[in-house]
């Protein structure tokens, strides 16, 4: 859990020294029709041995701000996720971020004429044969709690590892990215 300056630093740091990391995010559920997401509430980065989890809420500081935007934005490391679309589009809707270099790997890895994306379990069966646990109860909990739980910091810290380990298998089975696709953005309003 980044909590300091000091280690948003250390953070960037790494992160931008890296070729390509784990990324996702976390929101807080809705359960009323209607109700927007405030999410994102949790963005989770990870490189190959250290997963960092940043929480958003209204005590985020300018100098964490400042790391996201400049880890986010960047073309490199690789962005590397599962089902990302959502989650640029929230980044960019309440922290005005741009994410650039993204890649989600449940378009990547899709079969060609396949219609449903892949997700991280299923990724994680076809290529290690083994069953990810990934419990619904914690992934509906409130990601904006300001102390998350030790169950909710692993599951976070694990989605975004699994993805970085998935595509690291992927490249070495000797395949290659499709040219990568920006995620449509909506436009800024115009002003008259």
């Known amino acids: 859990m980044v909590s ?3 280690q948003a630093s250390a953070a960037r740091i790494a ?3 890296a070729d390509a990391i784990g990324f996702d995010t976390e929101s807080k559920p809705t ?9 994102p509430h949790l963005i989770q980065f990870s490189t190959d041995h250290k997963a960092w989890l940043f929480q958003i809420g209204a005590s985020t500081s300018a100098h964490t701000l400042e790391v996201l935007t400049a880890v986010l934005e960047s073309a490199l490391p690789l962005k590397i996720g599962f089902g990302l679309s959502d989650d ?7 922290l005005a971020i741009r994410a650039a270099g993204v890649v989600d790997l449940s378009v990547a890895l899709r079969t060609p004429g ?3 994306d892949l997700g991280a379990k299923t990724a994680v069966a076809k290529f290690f ?3 990810l646990q990934k419990s619904k109860k914690i992934s509906t909990t409130n990601w904006a709690l300001p102390r998350l739980n030790e169950k909710q910091i692993l599951y976070a810290a ?3 590892q699994v993805a970085l380990r998935v ?3 992927w490249l070495a089975a000797g395949n290659k990215l499709p040219p990568m696709k920006a995620v449509k953005l909506p436009r800024p309003p115009k002003t008259t």
Not at 88 to 94: G, Q
């Open 4 to 6: 300091t300056a000091e």
């Open 15 to 17: 992160l931008l020294a």
């Open 31 to 39: 359960f009323t029709k209607g109700e927007t997401s405030t999410g």
């Open 88 to 94: 640029v589009k929230r980044l960019h809707a309440k």
């Open 114 to 116: 396949q219609r449903n």
């Open 129 to 131: 044969g083994q069953k």
């Open 158 to 160: 694990d989605d975004a």
């Open 167 to 169: 595509y690291r298998h």
